[in-house]
């Protein structure tokens, strides 16, 4: 087996089509089927069942995709870190926020990594879930994470500071009079929710819970600028971290009592390069909520 069969086996999973895994990876179409095949003889096992659909992984295909993922991950990091010199670092960082979180702060810190090391590509994903971020964690798909603390964080977790929640109302709300909003005012009123399964509708309904509210669902959105923008237009209030507030919508946001902020901390892969220990230490110099300490 070769690195380039996972690269090629992980191409026609995400594309759906050996056509379009070829397209991608810009070789011709017979050279994927042929190591797609290569490949499956030498495992014994079926990696991929044709649907009406397209091409979808088998049970046993996505038990070794993720491995294949993993494997691949490592390979592109020894290259980065073999190329790596005092002053030059090529490769990419693959890179995951919460959402929501640490919105304010990214655009600096990625800006002097990119002018520091103008060769280093940095990939960067909001993820809503926090459990499928662990869960990416563990498999090694990261350089670096960015979350928030909880039970299950690390021992190594390098703390940065905290993320105050705020909630934005539609214009002219009663509550905009206040300095602080008492979530208790709130009853009755309609939310502008997130997804689920997402980290952020969790915080929602836990504070409201704590003040003995349950949210009226306005509507979800998947995104914490969609949220603001449709709270700002009166949809309904929308509970959101303080740095995901877009740009002019500064005069509807109001800090709750009681406070909401949580601790934020950023992971790192194990045996971190000197690309992910650059970027973690660019991100501890932006401003954060909070003193922040080293783990």
Do not use: N
């Not at 014994?44 to 069942?49: D, I, K, R, Y």
């Not at 190329?83 to 890179?95: P, S």
């Not at 810190?109 to 993820?127: G, K, S």
């Not at 300095?179 to 929710?193: H, K, P």
């Amino acid at each position: 087996m070769s690195l380039r069969q996972f690269e090629y086996a992980l191409a026609v999973a995400e594309e759906g089509s050996v056509t379009a895994a070829a397209e991608r990876l810009r070789v011709a179409q017979p050279s994927v089927s042929q190591q797609i095949r290569g490949l499956e003889r030498e495992l014994g096992v079926e990696l991929f069942a044709r649907t009406p659909t397209g091409l979808v992984a088998t049970v046993v295909g996505r038990a070794f995709l993720r491995e294949a993922e993993a494997a691949v991950s490592a390979a592109r990091r020894a290259k980065a870190t073999a190329r790596a010199g005092a002053d030059e670092l090529a490769g990419e960082l693959v890179v995951a926020a919460q959402m929501g979180f640490g919105t304010r702060q990214w655009p600096g810190a990625l800006d002097a990594l990119r002018r520091r090391y103008p060769h280093l590509e940095v990939t960067v994903f909001e993820e809503p879930s926090s459990a499928e971020l662990e869960r990416l964690c563990r498999r090694g798909v990261l350089d670096l994470a960015l979350m928030a603390a909880c039970e299950r964080s690390p021992a190594d977790a390098h703390r940065l500071g905290d993320e105050e929640f705020v909630v934005v109302l539609g214009p002219g709300h009663r509550q905009l009079a206040a300095d602080r909003v008492d979530l208790r005012e709130l009853a009755g009123e309609s939310w502008v929710r997130f997804d689920r399964d997402s980290a952020l509708d969790g915080v929602l309904l836990s504070v409201l819970g704590d003040s003995g509210l349950i949210p009226a669902t306005a509507a979800r959105v998947s995104q914490t600028a969609t949220a603001v923008r449709w709270a700002a237009h009166g949809l309904g209030a929308t509970l959101v971290p303080a740095s995901a507030v877009p740009q002019g919508h500064e005069h509807l946001v109001r800090p709750v009592f009681p406070a909401v902020s949580q601790p934020v901390i950023a992971v790192l892969r194990q045996g971190a390069g000197p690309g992910e220990t650059a970027l973690l230490d660019l991100l501890r110099r932006e401003s954060w909520t909070g003193a922040a300490a080293s783990h």
